[in-house]
């Protein structure tokens, strides 16, 4: 009838989470902008939010602390190719307004 739950290592949480919870539920309604780099940020920032929320998660439920930290690593591996996006279309944005060029 049940199933036993997964290890604490083998825990996937961000796949718990997605089957119960939708994103307004954790970062509230947000309407997309007609502006790359708005998204971009808006997007860092819920990101920074979710980090927040599984650091918190393993204080309050340490029995997932390794699974946990794993998920805390991946988010921030992808919060570094964000950071290089936004630093991406901010040059783009200089580069249209004539300011100085940078490369990507």
């Known amino acids: 009838m049940f199933k036993a739950p997964p290890s604490p ?3 996937d949480t961000l796949q718990d989470t997605a089957g119960y919870a939708r994103p307004a539920d954790d970062f509230g309604e947000h ?3 007609g502006d ?5 940020l ?4 819920m990101l920074i939010d979710k980090r927040r ?12 602390y390794l699974a946990r930290a794993q998920d805390i690593a ?3 591996n992808l919060m570094s190719a964000l ?8 040059s783009l944005k200089e580069t ?3 300011g100085p060029a940078h490369e990507p």
């Open 83 to 90: 950071d290089l996006a936004i630093a991406h279309e901010l």
């Open 31 to 33: 309407v997309a902008a």
């Open 9 to 11: 290592d083998a825990y």
């Open 42 to 45: 808006h997007l860092k920032k």
């Open 36 to 40: 790359h780099l708005q998204n971009l």
């Open 74 to 76: 991946n988010l921030q």
């Open 53 to 64: 929320f599984m650091a918190q998660d393993v204080i309050t439920y340490p029995v997932v």
């Open 96 to 98: 249209a307004a004539g």
